[in-house]
């Protein structure tokens, strides 16, 4: 699959396999693209900062959160 295929960020798996759908931050519905996530996490400059996923759940960091698929909401640790 070419190109950038779209995905519905309320679906986690869509993408497929190492890959995640990508929003700009905040945005918790609608439509996103699939795209690469990281393999290894904690490599990346500025990765160890926590996010909080439109789940409410806090990942230790963007890139973890790309790897579980999951939307971000905002970053630093979910106050919920």
Same mark, same amino acid.
């Given at each position: 699959? $070419? %190109? *950038? ?6 679906q986690? &798996? !869509? $993408? %497929? *396999? ?6 700009p931050m &905040? !945005? $918790?519905?609608?439509e996103?693209v ?6 290894? $996490?904690g490599l ?5 900062i926590p ?7 806090t ?6 959160a ?14 919920n």
């Amino acid at each position: 699959a $070419c %190109g *950038m295929s779209s995905c519905d960020l309320q679906q986690s &798996g !869509q $993408c %497929g *396999m190492g890959l995640y759908c990508m929003a700009p931050m &905040g !945005q $918790c519905a609608g439509e996103g693209v699939c795209k690469a996530s990281s393999l290894m $996490c904690g490599l990346i400059p500025g990765g160890d900062i926590p996010v909080c996923a439109c789940s409410g759940e806090t990942y230790e960091s963007l890139c973890h959160a790309q790897k579980a698929d999951a939307p971000v909401s905002h970053y630093g640790e979910c106050t919920n």
